[in-house]
C-alpha cells in the first residue's frame, strides 16, 4: 500500500534537495517519486545527498507537467507553507492527512505534491489538487526545508500506516529480559527488608521509609537477572554485619 | 516552555548538519541548541544551510563532553538509529517520548540528544540519558539524515506543545469565507429543484436523483459568495428553458 503512495516534486531547483527527498522517502518505505521538469537531474549532488536511496533516484519519472504526475491519482494532496485564497479542503495537522491517505491508498495511487523551493506551488498547480495539507510551525519561521517537509509528511504517512492492524509492522526490541516471578521478587524484599533492620538504618521497624524503598526497587521492574545482582550485592553488605 | 528544550549533537562530522539542524529546530520553535566537541564550527557551510537560523547558531553553546551539556536538565532522550542492549526506558513512538518531555520541560532544562552521523552514542554517553528514542522506520533502510532525525523529533515535541491548551497556537486559516444562513440555501435548492423539473432531466417527481444531488450541494458546503455564483449559473441555464 505505500508503493500506491507517490511523492511529486514540482520544479526543484536545488538537485541536493532531490536527493535529500529520496532518503527521505526510502526511510519512510516510500519509493515513487515524480519529478516535474526539475532544473537539474540526475545530479552528482542529487546521488550524494541520496545516499542509500539511489535506487529511489533511478526509479523517478521525469515528466513535463503536473497534470501528467497525477491524472491517475484519486486523491492529491499539495502541501504548502501556507493556506492559498482558493478554498480546497485543508488538513490542520499532517497526521489527519496522512490518515485520509492510508485509506484512499487501499486501492488507487495517491500523490503529496510539494511545489518549488521558494515559490512553492502556483494557482493552476493547485487546481490540480484536491486537498491542501501544511506543517504547522513557528509562525515567525517556518518555511521547511523542501526535503525536510517530505520528511515530516513522509514520517506522517508511515505513521498512520503502521498503526493499521495489517501493516505488521513490529517494533524493534532489544531481547526481552525476563521479569522476575512474584516469588523470587517477595525474596528480594524480604532480604532488603531484613538488611534494611540489620544495619541499623531502620530504627523504628513500622517505619514508611521500608516502604518507600521497597516501592522504588518495584517501579524499577528489575529484570531476573538485575534482581539476582541486586541479591549478589545485598549478600556482599550482608557480610559485613553483625550476625543478629 | 519551548525554550527549556535543548537540543545536542554530539561531534557532528559535517557542519552541514550542524545547520540544517538549526533551521529544523527555529521552525519548529526550538533555539537552544548545544554541540559536544563538533569536528567543524563555525563553518560556512553551517552558515548557509542554516537559512533564516543563523541566530540559533550564533547562540549555540561549544562544551566539551555531554555530561557538561546536560548536567542541569531533568530529562535526556537519546536518539538512536537502534536499540542499545543497556535497558533505558525507551519509547516506542516519538509522539509519546514528546509528551513526556513537554510535561518534564514546565519545570525545568531537558535534552535531546543526538549522536555521530555514523556511529551514533558511545555506550558512555547512553549512561548519561535517562530515555532512549528511535523513530521508527523502513526495517531495510531506517538511517535517517542526522538533520531530518531532529526535524521529526522536534516537530513531534512540537505538536505535543500546541496541543496543549495553554500554549495558544492558533492554525493559519485563510479569511472564513461566510456560509449562507439555511433559508438562503433553501431558496438555492428549491430553485436547483424546480429547473431539474423544468429542464426535463427529473421525469419522475420523487426520484431519489433529486435527493442525491442536493445532497452533493449540501457536502461542497458553498459560502455565501459560492452559492450565489451556483444561483446566477442556475438563472443562466433558466434563461433558455421553455416558459412553464
Not at 521558494?118 to 506543517?135: A, F, M, W
Not at 529480559?177 to 525474596?187: D, I, L, N, Y
Request: glycine letters at 6%; proline letters at 6%.
Amino acid at each position: 500500500m505505500l508503493s500506491t503512495i507517490r511523492i511529486v516534486l514540482v520544479q526543484t531547483f536545488h538537485p541536493g534537495n532531490i536527493g535529500a527527498t529520496a532518503r527521505a522517502m526510502k526511510t519512510m518505505g516510500l519509493t515513487n517519486l515524480v519529478l516535474v521538469n526539475p532544473r537539474c537531474f540526475p545530479d552528482e549532488e542529487a546521488t550524494r545527498l541520496a545516499a542509500g536511496a539511489t535506487d529511489v533516484l533511478e526509479s523517478a519519472q521525469v515528466v513535463a507537467s503536473l497534470e501528467e504526475a497525477v491524472s491517475d491519482c484519486v486523491q492529491v494532496v499539495g502541501a504548502s507553507a501556507r493556506l492559498r485564497s482558493l478554498p480546497l479542503p485543508h488538513f490542520d495537522e499532517p497526521d489527519e492527512m496522512a490518515q485520509s491517505v492510508i485509506q484512499n491508498a487501499h486501492q488507487a495511487p495517491v500523490a503529496l505534491v510539494f511545489g518549488r523551493e521558494r515559490s512553492g506551488l502556483t494557482n493552476d498547480e493547485i487546481r490540480c489538487c484536491t486537498h491542501q495539507v501544511s506543517i504547522p510551525a513557528n509562525p515567525d519561521y517556518g518555511i521547511l526545508n523542501l526535503s525536510q517537509a517530505v520528511q515530516i509528511l513522509a514520517y506522517e504517512v508511515h505513521r498512520a500506516w503502521r498503526k493499521q492492524a495489517e501493516s505488521g509492522f513490529t517494533y524493534q526490541r532489544p531481547l526481552d529480559a525476563t521479569p522476575p516471578s512474584r516469588e523470587q521478587f517477595g525474596h528480594f524484599q524480604a532480604h532488603l527488608g531484613r538488611l534494611m533492620q540489620q544495619s541499623g538504618f531502620l530504627t523504628q521497624p513500622h517505619a514508611r521509609t521500608e516502604e518507600q524503598l521497597q516501592a522504588l526497587f518495584s517501579r524499577a521492574q528489575p529484570s531476573r537477572k538485575e534482581l539476582s545482582l541486586l541479591r549478589g550485592l545485598l549478600s556482599a553488605f550482608e557480610a559485613h554485619l553483625p550476625d543478629k
